[in-house]
């Protein structure tokens, strides 16, 4: 969109020009001032700062138009959702991404980060829709990443009770939820990350680094305000992502599609909500298996009859065909035992879709051990 108004207003300034050059002598065609005709090119309004990153306040660097609270995004700041989503205790999420003109993200892999420029910005709002007792929504947090020169820094943006502003803290903190999921109540005391705990999942070499902008995780259609399009095309036509993808991409499915083969839609969840830590140079590379959409095909990567490197009673293997009870992955998604639940952080309650999903595909598996 912005390319395109772009181009608009330069046509209209080539047009004024043409327009304007007649005889300056001719008083029944007199000089028309260009400056009178003159269409600004459109830019946003976001604040970028990098030296004084991060700003005291989620509302001053102009992201949102209006309410903030509704996140109705402003010129430049485009929505994004991935494919299959990272669970945390239920909460929703609007994700957005912000460029600076004339700069552009390239493709490196399609399992690889999307190569971002110096200046973009990753938006992330997590919110609950029915919050009780008033069955309200409520925003808790809007989570910031600002790539530098020196590469990705954080900052986290608590809101307040009235939803009208979010202020900056790394400190960590919980809330206390209540809310209906799917016309059942529940309860979370809702984890606030620290600057430590982001960093925990979101590295690399103990480099901070995003998690879902992947082209596998984006390359599907979305319902933005003029359209639905595929999200990479998207960005390619907003002049955010150089046109130079591959014409087919190992893409993941969502995990909640039951059209789509049980075990791409395991992988597909472990992917976003496990691999992250389980890959090389990450939190849990020690761990014998490595969660990343392109490795998880191979089942020794996936934990299939493969020993667990941390004991816990009545457990036989990290995956255990045709036996849930006795496998380890299946028992750390189950439970909400900190010293034993997995993914280490985000979750306090059990995803209980997600368990069945997993519990469903281990008694399925045909798969003999030694």
Not at 69 to 92: C, R, W
Not at 204 to 218: A, D, E, R, T
Not at 301 to 310: A, E, F
Request: proline fraction near 7%; charged fraction near 25%.
């Amino acid at each position: 969109m912005i390319k395109k108004l772009r181009k608009i207003a330069i046509l209209a300034v080539i047009t004024a020009i043409l327009f304007s050059c007649s005889d300056d002598n001719d008083p029944t065609n007199p000089p028309t001032s260009v400056d009178d005709d003159y269409i600004p090119i459109p830019t946003s309004p976001v604040v970028l700062d990098a030296d004084n990153f991060p700003f005291d306040n989620l509302s001053d660097y102009n992201f949102f138009d209006g309410e903030m609270k509704d996140q109705t995004p402003v010129l430049g700041v485009i929505p994004y959702e991935p494919i299959s989503a990272l669970f945390t205790d239920y909460a929703k999420k609007k994700r957005f991404i912000w460029m600076p003109s004339d700069v552009q993200a390239t493709y490196a892999a399609d399992t690889e980060l999307i190569d971002m420029p110096v200046g973009t910005f990753l938006i992330k709002t997590f919110y609950y829709e029915n919050v009780q007792p008033s069955n309200a929504p409520r925003i808790v947090e809007t989570r910031l990443m600002l790539k530098k020169s020196s590469g990705w820094e954080f900052a986290d943006y608590v809101w307040n009770d009235e939803q009208t502003e979010a202020t900056f803290s790394l400190d960590g903190s919980f809330t206390n939820i209540d809310f209906m999921q799917n016309g059942t109540p529940k309860n979370t005391n809702y984890r606030i990350p620290s600057d430590v705990e982001c960093l925990t999942c979101h590295k690399s070499q103990n480099n901070p680094i995003p998690i879902g902008v992947k082209p596998q995780n984006l390359n599907s259609m979305y319902d933005y305000v003029d359209g639905t399009k595929n999200q990479l095309q998207k960005l390619i036509d907003e002049g955010y992502l150089e046109d130079n993808l591959p014409t087919t991409i190992n893409t993941v499915v969502n995990w909640s599609d039951e059209t789509q083969p049980i075990d791409v839609r395991v992988r597909s969840y472990i992917d976003i909500n496990c691999a992250h830590c389980h890959q090389e140079l990450s939190h849990c590379d020690y761990r014998p298996v490595r969660f990343a959409f392109d490795e998880s095909a191979d089942d020794t990567n996936l934990g299939i009859c493969v020993d667990p490197d941390t004991e816990i009673p009545g457990m036989i293997n990290i995956v255990t065909p045709t036996l849930k009870e006795r496998s380890v992955m299946y028992y750390r998604l189950n439970t909400e035992a900190e010293e034993f639940r997995m993914p280490l952080l985000g979750r306090s309650i059990i995803h209980e879709e997600a368990v069945e999903l997993i519990g469903q595909w281990i008694d399925g598996l045909t798969n003999e051990c030694d």
